[in-house]
């Protein structure tokens, strides 16, 4: 049956996801990540907003937060490399 202009097989999903697995292990990517973090983080000392002396305990907020940050910039990169595969 043929598929609808603009639509996927699931084959083509999961070479698409295949792809994606294989380009995180890819120390380039990783780099690029890397990279990012530590732009984003001059970016924020730049704007006064971290401190260089955070509590010891870390709070269920800061988790919560590290959480949400953390999924943010995964789904940025998995965004990213759709444009680059």
Not at 10 to 25: H, I, T, V
Not at 54 to 69: C, F, L, N, Q, R
């Amino acid at each position: 049956m043929e598929q609808p202009p603009g639509t996927s097989t699931a084959k083509e999903n999961l070479s698409l996801e295949d792809e994606r697995e294989r380009l995180l292990k890819d120390e380039d990517f990783k780099g690029e990540l890397t990279n990012a973090l530590k732009y984003s983080d001059s970016l924020l000392q730049a704007k006064d907003l971290l401190t260089d002396t955070p509590p010891d305990k870390i709070s269920s907020a800061s988790v919560v937060m590290g959480e949400v940050i953390c999924e943010k910039i995964i789904n940025i990169f998995y965004v990213s490399l759709v444009f680059l595969i």
